[in-house]
Structure formats: C-alpha cells, structure tokens
C-alpha cells in the first residue's frame, strides 16, 4: 500500500507539472504593456512553486515508500530538531517575501503611476447585463451626464446631458473601441450592482461598483477584436454579461471619432464584423 | 489500560445518565451525543452539497441539454428539463453556503470537537452542557432555514448570490433580479443563526480547554487536536459576531430600507452606504473561516501521522506555535480577497505581503508532517492513508497561494477557476479529508465498533485520485481565463479549448461522488454489524483511549484520569511496548531522545 501511495505522489508531482507545462491551456496572448511584466512575475513564481510542489510530494512519498512497517521493530524515538526548524523557516520566510515584494513592481505601474496626460478616456457604465461606453467624441473631453436622463427606449443606457456643450458629439454604444499603441483610460462606474470589467488578453480586471468612479489605464499593443467578460457576480445573467474591445490602428480610430453619433453606431457595427 | 487511574487519586463521582429517550439522545447534553448529533448533521449537509455539485457539474459539462429527470426534481424551476442559469447560480450559491457552514465549520470543530475535547483533556463534560446543547439546536434551526430558502420562490430554486452574498445584489431585493428576494433573507437569517451557534460553541470550547484539564494535562501536553480545536474557537470568538454584525446590517437593508451596503443613486432613492464595506465585514469573517474549516484537520493529521507512524511529532512545541502564528495571521489577511474592489492599492500591498508570509508556518506544519513520518514505521491503516493524502492535497492547495498572494498575479487571476481550485483543495477537499480520518480513526470510539478496513482503502484511493483530477485542471481553466459562478463558459470564444476540459472534469465528479456510496455502505454496515472495538484498537496513547468504546455517560466512571507524558510518546527505548499512554504511571528508564527538543 505505501508503495502504491508514494509511486501516486511522484505520479502527480510528473502529471501536473506535465498539464501546467505542455502548452494546451495558457493565458491568452497577451496585448498590454502589463502583459508581459505580470507573464514574467507568473513565471518567476511558477518555478518556485512547481520546484517546492514537486519537492513536497516526492519527498513525502520517498518517506511512505521507505518507512514502512518492518517486522516489529521500531521507530525512530526523536521529538525534532530546532536547527532544522529554523533553516526552513528562514528559508520560507525570504523565498515567499521576496516574491511579494517582487509581486508589487507591476501593480504599482499599473496603480499608481500617473495616467498619461494624452491617454484617451471612455467612461465605461456597466449594468445588469450590458457593457456601456460613453466616448467624448471628436472635442476629446467627456461631456455631464445625469441618472435622471437615461432613457432605455433612446438607447441612452448612460444619461448623457446635451445642454452641456461638451456632451455635444458625445456617443455612447455598448462595444469600446481603442487606437492601438495610444494610452487609454477608462473610468468604471456601475449603475446598479458590483460588476468586474475583465478582458484576458489585457491581464487586468477591474471592479466596476456603484458609488465609485474607478480608473485605469492601459495600452493595447495589438490591432483585432479581443472579448470581454463581467467577472464579478452581478446577478442570474452574469455569464452573458460580455462584449468586445477592438483594437484600432489610428486611421480607422480617428475616422471613427470624427464621426457624428449616428454614423458612429453604424460604422461600429460594420468594424465588429470585420474584425 | 483498565486501570488507568492512580490509587491514590482514586476517588469515584459517577454521573447517571438521564433515562428518557428525549433527555438521552434528542436535546442531549453529553457532548458525546451532541458531537454525533452534530457529525450527522454534516453528513446529511455533505450529501445535499454534493449533490448540488452534480447537477452543477451536468450543466458545465452539457450545457444547456435537456435531462427528463430535472422535470421532476425541479418541476417549475426546470421546466424545460434544462438548467436554467437562474437554477445554476442557486445551486452555486446553495452549494456554497451548505459545504462551508454546515461541513466544513460544523463537522471538524462541532463534531470531533465535541466529541473528544473533553475525553482528551480528562474531563466529564464540556464546561457548560445546556450551553452545548443550544449551539447545536441553533445549528440545526439555522440550517432549517437554509432549506427554506429553495423553496422561497416559485420559478427560481433559492437565493443567487454566491457564499459571499456580495452587496448591493444581496440588498436590494427583487428590484435586482430573481433570486434576490425570501430567498436571500432566509440565507442571511441562517447565517446570522449559524454565527450565534458557533459563538456558543466557541466560548465553550475556551473554557472547557483552558479550565477542565485533569491532573497533570499541562498545556504541552495536550494532543494537537486540542490545539486545533482552541485555537478554531478562539478565531471563532473573534470572527462570527463581525459576520452576525454585518448579516443583521444587511437584513435592515433588506426589509427596512436602511442604507449599509447601497450607494447613493443605484435602483432606488437610498443614499450614502457603501458596498465595499459589506466586503471587509464579510472577509474579516471569511478568512478566519478558512482556518476554522482546516486548523482541527491540521491538529488531526499531526495526530493521526504520529500514530500510525509510531514516532513522536516531529516539533510539537513549533507545531503549536505554527497553529497559533497561522491562527493570528489569519486576522490580518482578509484584504487578499478586494485586490480588485476598488479599495486604496496601498492597503493592496501591505495585505499581500502579509499574505505570503503566512505561507511560512503552513510550510513549517508541512515539513513536520513530513519528519514526523521519516524513521517511522508506517501503519498504512485508513485513517492513516487519509491523513498523507490530506498532507498532499494541503501541499497542492496552499502553495496556489503563493500565485493569488500577489496583487499582480491576482489581475488575471482573481475570480477564476483558478481561485476555484485553489480554495476547493486548501479548505474544501483538505478538510474534507480530515473530516474522513477523523471518522475512521475515532468511528471504533464512537460507535463501539470498527469500520471495514478494505471498503475504507478502496474509499480512499478512489477520492484521492478523484478528487487532484477534478481540482489541478481548474487552474490551468483559471490561467486560460474562465471566470467562476458562470452557468457556461460555451459563449466565449477563448475557452473554447477550456470546453472539452470541464466536460472531462464533470465526469470525474460523477465518478468521485459516486465513490462516496462505499463510504456510506461502509459507515451504516459498521454501525451495526462491524467487529466490536476494543478500548485501544489503534495501539495509540492519549486519553480517549483509556476508556471502553464506546465511553460511558461520565467517560471516566468518575474516576480522575492523571498524565505522566505528552501525547506521542511512541518507540520509547526501553518502552515494553511501542506506546506509552499518557496515563501510565511507570516512568520509562529515561533515554535521551534522539533530537534536541525536549518532550514536554
């Protein structure tokens, strides 16, 4: 039976290692500028973890193989040793501390540092179950909105108020849109319950949640169409809570947002299919 | 071991059982019975939960599909024959709220605490019996309610939110979709009832350990179980009134239009609360929770591995120490679970690294493990399997901490299946495990007699494989991106290679669950047809063993057990066996351990 058992643990130690490893199911292709930083973070730690996972579970069924029952003698009387105690203590302690410390490098890039002064802004509303982006329009500044103004049956899920004159060539529509390789910062809010705004490829997730205006940014370094999902439970259709963010190279971005709204929705929707 | 009790402390204060039915075996208070009382009532928990998980796992595996035979379990809720994603995340929520209550918190502690606490500690009883009583009488009406809560509404089957309950969904009723109505205030109501039940219990368990030890049972002499089970008191005490707290805030917010958990401006004209607080209540609770679920297994394995080893614990003093570091610790993590909620990324920071630093006494307790078998001389009996299986899978769901310990690595991470894994193998699959060692270790005990050691092995091998084939692969789901609580993943085209997986996943849970009929075969056929046990069937050496099997009404015929020894003096040289019980007056001519930490 020892045998069986410490022949199972080396089993998984090979097993997983060879499911984490043999490139079937990976992160997504990453296009962000955090992608390859939170990749390499990913990394440095899978290999601490693989080595310390694979060391666990084989030295544990080394010790079932060896030690089994033999005849009637007996076991080893010993009650421990600090010296060994303290060795893998310290040893734990700065393996593990060092990598948060090192897990901190790209969270505070991606938290704390300045948002470009040139990044393009969209104001991401989320709801029960519909993504909505409300884009500044040509004038680049984002114009008043109102809860009081939203009017499902117009299609204005977000309450843009147009006496305001930035909200004049506001548009608002339920896919974003982004230039490739251009700054970008979008300020999350929810209309109703906690919602999470996920895209795999970027490699960050966001909470989106009422009350609050939270902002991030990002640069997206690759042209297509990339999907976007609702991570945090928001109610009995979270899972068809998803959209699209298209990536954008400059010229079909900018034509875009030169459009007037109506032309805007349109061209979205021909740009969806393209891509 | 009939005689265990010196001559000299020899007096007998017997205590007669009560004689009815009612006073015997219903609103009993011997913790003896209110320890099994409270382990059936997590076996029927773990039964419905596992269920649940099945009709879970059909709807992952074929979504969508229609089976006939939902038509007649859920007639208005499955009125197609498919799984509706209302009934999903009702089960997801069900599920969830049942396996970490009603298991994974009562069977450990309520359960095997309950019942040996005070055996191992020498005393009659637990401190205060009616009190005892009352804990596991709150515990049952509160998961009464629980029940309630499928049969809340017509066409959906019971609250949708999550174990986590995350407001304002949780709080703004019916105006947030279907699901967040009766059904939501039946699971906060059972909750908060749950919370009152294990602050009894907790108080309890305190005073019961630190007060009624017997003669000679000094602090470092205790078995680690107790150690385990005081320190999963102590996190109680300090962790369930925030979560009552915040239950009862919520059910204001519910019912009595306050506004706690409900910002300015979101469905109705309420003002001024705040969602995100309903997050640190929850998780200042919800972290404890973890421990509270795994510490009695991890006092139970060190146990369990030292005696089918025959080797003293490797460490015990540092084994003590890991539990408390691990204990307190616990407190100041619960940020671990809002990297993305928008709270301050500075407090982001300071939990994570703490949170990896608590990866270093879970580590310490794994080495132990370890060097407390090295130089043993393994019984490979079953609760002895299940105890190094528990070993493997605690190595394989703490060390995916590591990942989600980081701010950065949790961008991507957080709220996958990857997390799914992570926290199904650490504080679902583990505890679980101690759950199972510890019924066939203390089942001869509990029951007077033995269970059958071949259907336990062929128990143990089939949920041991089941369960890593299940849970390893929900991490590379995670990395691949698959967010959790999604009643399919079919809809989203970078898991399309995730499909196939999950439907090989569901096959395994058909087959694991399916396994667990053994157990039960084994468990009910053992009850009344097993061999008899004897008072030491295991050869071990701390109190409970001293006494018949089952124990009498009073465990010690009144008489006052006294210590000579720690728990796990096993192999002693020179010893005339390989044990030496903890009440065996004859000191062993003394020879000098082998290692340089004194025994006691």
């Known amino acids: 039976m020892g045998k069986l058992l410490g022949l199972f643990l080396f089993l998984l130690a090979v097993g997983t290692a060879i499911l984490f490893l043999g490139g079937w199911w990976w992160f997504p292709e990453s296009i962000s500028e955090y992608g390859p930083l939170i990749d390499a973070q990913f990394n440095r730690t899978l290999v601490v973890v693989g080595v310390a996972f694979c060391a666990a579970q084989i030295a544990l069924g080394y010790a079932i193989i060896r030690f089994g029952r033999k005849g009637n003698e007996r076991a080893v009387y010993t009650h421990g040793s600090s010296k060994l105690e303290l060795t893998w203590t310290v040893i734990t302690a700065v393996v593990f501390v060092a990598l948060a410390i090192l897990g901190q490098r790209v969270w505070a890039q991606f938290h704390l540092d300045e948002t470009p002064p040139n990044a393009k802004k969209v104001e991401v509303v989320a709801q029960q179950f519909q993504w909505n982006f409300h884009y500044p329009g040509p004038d680049g500044a984002l114009g008043r909105t109102d809860r009081k103004l939203i009017n499902d049956s117009a299609l204005d899920f977000v309450g843009i108020d147009r006496s305001d004159p930035a909200a004049q060539d506001d548009a608002e529509l339920t896919t974003l849109a982004i230039p490739v390789n251009q700054p970008v910062e979008l300020t999350l809010r929810s209309k109703d319950v906690i919602h999470s705004f996920f895209v795999p490829a970027l490699r960050i997730k966001q909470d989106a949640v009422p009350g609050l205006a939270v902002r991030m940014n990002f640069t997206a370094s690759r042209i297509g169409k990339y999907e976007l999902t609702c991570a945090e439970l928001c109610g009995n259709l979270h899972h068809n809570m998803k959209s699209f963010m298209l990536v954008l190279p400059d010229n079909e971005y900018n034509e875009l947002m030169a459009l007037p709204s109506d032309d805007f929705v349109v061209r979205m929707g021909e740009l969806l299919q393209r891509y | 071991m009939a005689d265990v009790v ?15 039915f009612i006073r015997k075996y219903i609103f009993s208070t011997d913790h003896k019975v209110i320890g099994i009382q409270y382990w059936f009532l997590a076996l029927f928990s773990v039964i419905l939960g596992m269920l649940l998980s099945v009709l879970m796992r059909l709807q992952l595996g074929w979504p969508g599909e229609e089976f006939g035979f939902l038509k ?4 208005t809720a499955a009125e197609g024959g498919t799984i509706t994603p209302d009934l999903y995340l009702s089960l997801v929520t069900m599920h969830g709220t049942v396996m970490v209550f009603f298991v994974l918190t009562t069977a450990p502690q309520g359960g095997f605490g309950n019942s040996f606490l005070p055996i191992q500690i020498g005393a009659d009883d637990m401190a205060f019996p009616v009190l005892n009583m009352m804990s596991f009488w709150i515990t049952f009406l509160g998961l009464v309610v629980l029940l309630g809560a499928f049969f809340a509404t017509a066409n959906v089957i019971g609250p949708i939110g999550g174990w986590t309950g995350y407001a304002p969904l949780s709080a703004l009723g019916e105006k947030a979709g279907p699901g967040q109505g009766l059904g939501v205030v039946l699971w906060v109501s059972s909750i908060a009832l749950f919370c009152i039940a294990s602050l009894l219990g907790a108080l309890n368990f305190i005073t019961t350990m630190l007060n009624m030890r017997t003669r000679g049972m000094s602090l470092m002499r205790l078995p680690l179980t107790c150690w385990g089970w005081f320190t999963t008191a102590v996190l109680a005490l300090l962790s369930f009134p925030v979560l009552l707290a915040a239950g009862i805030l919520l059910l204001l917010d519910h019912l009595a239009g306050t506004s706690f958990f409900i910002p300015t401006n979101v469905l109705d004209d309420r003002q001024g609360g705040s969602p995100i607080l309903w997050q640190h209540l929850f998780w200042f609770f919800g972290h404890p929770e973890v421990y509270i679920a795994i510490l009695p297994g991890m006092g139970l394995a060190s146990h369990i591995l030292a005696t089918f080893a025959r080797k003293p614990v490797f460490g015990y003093r540092v084994m003590v120490y890991a539990i408390f570091a691990i204990g307190l610790l616990g407190f100041f993590v619960w940020g671990h679970h809002m990297f993305i909620s928008g709270m301050s990324p500075y407090t982001a920071i300071v939990f994570s690294v703490i949170t990896l630093t608590i990866g270093v006494p879970s580590a310490i307790k794994t080495f132990n493990w370890i060097g407390t078998i090295w130089g043993g001389q393994i019984r490979f009996t079953t609760p002895m399997l299940f105890a190094l299986g528990f070993v493997s899978l605690f190595v394989s769901g703490g060390i995916t901490g590591l990942f989600l310990g980081q701010t950065s690595l949790d961008l991507p991470l957080h709220d996958t299946y990857f997390v799914v894994g992570h926290f199904h193998l650490i504080m679902g699959v583990a505890a679980i495990f101690g759950i199972f060692m510890g019924t066939y270790f203390w089942f001869p005990k509990m029951f007077g007699r033995m269970m059958n050691e071949g259907l336990g092995k062929i128990h143990f091998w089939f949920s041991f ?12 789901m995670g990395m691949s991106g698959a967010p959790r609580r999604y009643a399919t993943h079919g809809n989203l085209e970078f898991l399309s290679n995730v499909m196939p997986l999950s439907k090989f996943i569901s096959y395994a849970v ?5 396994a667990q009929i053994i157990f039960l075969i084994n468990l009910f056929w053992s009850m009344f047809k097993g061999k008899k046990a004897s008072d030491n069937p295991w050869e071990a050496t701390t109190l409970e063993w001293t006494i018949p099997s089952p124990p009498p009404y009073d465990n010690f015929a009144g008489r006052v057990p006294v210590v000579y020894r720690g728990p796990y003096e096993y192999s002693v040289p020179g010893a005339p066996t390989d044990f030496s019980m903890q009440t065996d007056p004859d000191e062993p001519k003394a020879a000098e ?8």
């Open chain 2, 72 to 75: 007649t379990i859920f007639p």
């Open chain 2, 6 to 20: 010196h001559p000299a402390h020899g007096e007998v204060h017997r205590h007669e059982p009560p004689s009815g």
């Open chain 2, 465 to 476: 494989i089941g369960v890593n084939v299940i849970f390893i692969p929900f991490h590379v």
């Open chain 2, 510 to 514: 058909f087959f694991t669950v399916g």
């Open chain 2, 593 to 600: 351990p082998a290692g340089d930490e004194s025994g006691d």
